[in-house]
T-cell receptor, first 113, second 117 residues
Framework: SQQGEEDPQALSIQEGENATMNCSYK?????LQWYRQNSGRGLVHLIL?????REKHSGRLRVTLDTSKKSSSLLITASRAADTASYFC?????????????FGEGTQLTVNP | ETGVTQTPRHLVMGMTNKKSLKCEQH?????MYWYKQSAKKPLELMFV???????ENNSVPSRFSPECPNSSHLFLHLHTLQPEDSALYLC????????????????FGEGSWLTVV
């Protein structure tokens, strides 16, 4: 069954604006990861946040995790046209830690120049 | 360049053909995966290999047959596929020995686009 669900499914913004994507999940997790996929290419790991962390930063990326609400958000600040891609959250759940990640359907982000 | 190489990048095959997808990872990882990505559906995990041993088969039809001869190579043999099997097939690898410490970060190849006609 699907674990992570991203919201919104699609997001269109202007260059320089911030983009926020949300992910909700159902079961307990060890960590949550965000990946990016350019059209027709493989996924690239962006950032991992552990279940005991609440916020993490990496460059223009900021990830939050609320385990009580079983949700996470990915914020991209000062977006660029090159940020146009699909963004997926993936959960590493407690029962099968280390063997599988479960991905959501993704958010398609379009950054207009 | 992610360190995971997939070939071919594009494949068109008939329903009666037999073909194979190949994946090679140069990262020294011990786990390899096959994922299927179809339009408007979440990424589907198909198979997991841990130290060459298959540890997961997510109810994948037998027309898909994986092979993992060593920790660096993974194949997906295709036989009598259906048009609905057309998708992007993604190979990935990870280092499960570090998973408990740093999380199971997965490194993906660029994928093989499969079209079944």
């Amino acid at each position: 069954s699907q674990q992570g669900e991203e919201d919104p499914q699609a997001l269109s913004i202007q260059e320089g604006e911030n983009a926020t994507m949300n992910c909700s999940y159902k079961t307990s997790i060890n960590n949550l990861q965000w990946y990016r996929q350019n059209s027709g290419r493989g996924l690239v790991h962006l950032i991992l946040i552990r279940s005991n962390e609440r916020e993490k930063h990496s460059g223009r990326l900021r990830v939050t995790l609320d385990t009580s609400k079983k949700s996470s958000s990915l914020l991209i600040t000062a977006s660029r046209a090159a940020d146009t891609a699909s963004y997926f959250c993936a959960t590493d759940d407690s029962e099968t830690s280390g063997s599988r990640l479960t991905f959501g359907e993704g958010t398609q982000l379009t950054v207009n120049p | 360049e992610t360190g995971v190489t997939q070939t071919p990048r594009h494949l068109v095959m008939g329903m009666t053909n037999k073909k194979s997808l190949k994946c090679e990872q140069h990262l020294g990882h011990n786990a390899m995966y096959w994922y299927k990505q179809s339009a408007k559906k979440p990424l589907e995990l198909m198979f997991v290999y841990n130290f060459k041993e298959q540890t997961e088969n997510n109810s994948v039809p037998s027309r898909f047959s994986p092979e993992c001869p060593n920790s660096s190579h993974l194949f997906l043999h295709l036989h009598t596929l259906q048009p609905e099997d057309s998708a992007l097939y993604l190979c990935a690898s990870s280092d499960l020995s570090r998973a408990d410490f740093s999380g199971n970060t997965i490194y993906f190849g660029e994928g093989s686009w499969l079209t079944v006609v």
